[in-house]
């Protein structure tokens, strides 16, 4: 079973910055693609950004310009540079990751990031 712990959330202003950081660790197979959702309160969980193991990134609308998602695959780690945060930046955010043949989902436990106005 993959174990993805996630570091690097919190309170920040309006503007700020935030890097949150995701580990995975346990994974008898390679790991394919990782990334980033977020979930709003009373929101559906949505997509914020992936990338492949070969570096091909890609972000939602409402981040681009403004979050930049990046891997170490030596340390099977994927890290999420949040910069000019906005208040509907607010919610849980959750990193995944798609390993083996068959690209089996985990899921981190998710880790609260809260901008204020």
């Known amino acids: 079973q993959v174990q993805l712990v996630e570091s690097g959330g919190g309170l920040v202003q309006a503007g700020g910055s935030l890097r949150l950081s995701c580990a995975a660790s346990?994974?008898?197979?390679?790991?394919?693609?990782m990334g980033w959702y977020r979930q709003a309160p009373g929101k559906q969980r949505e997509l914020v950004a992936t990338?492949?193991?070969?570096?091909?990134?890609n972000a939602a609308d409402s981040v681009k310009g403004r979050f930049t998602i990046s891997r170490d695959n030596a340390k099977n780690t994927v890290y999420l540079q949040m910069n000019s945060l906005k208040p509907e930046d607010t919610a849980v955010y959750y990193c995944?990751?798609?390993?083996?043949?068959?690209?089996?989902?985990?899921w981190g436990q998710g880790t609260q990031v809260t901008v204020s106005s």
């Open positions: 990338i492949t193991r070969g570096g091909i990134t």
């Open positions: 346990r994974s008898i197979f390679v790991i394919n693609d």
């Open positions: 995944y990751l798609t390993s083996g043949p068959s690209r089996a989902a985990s």
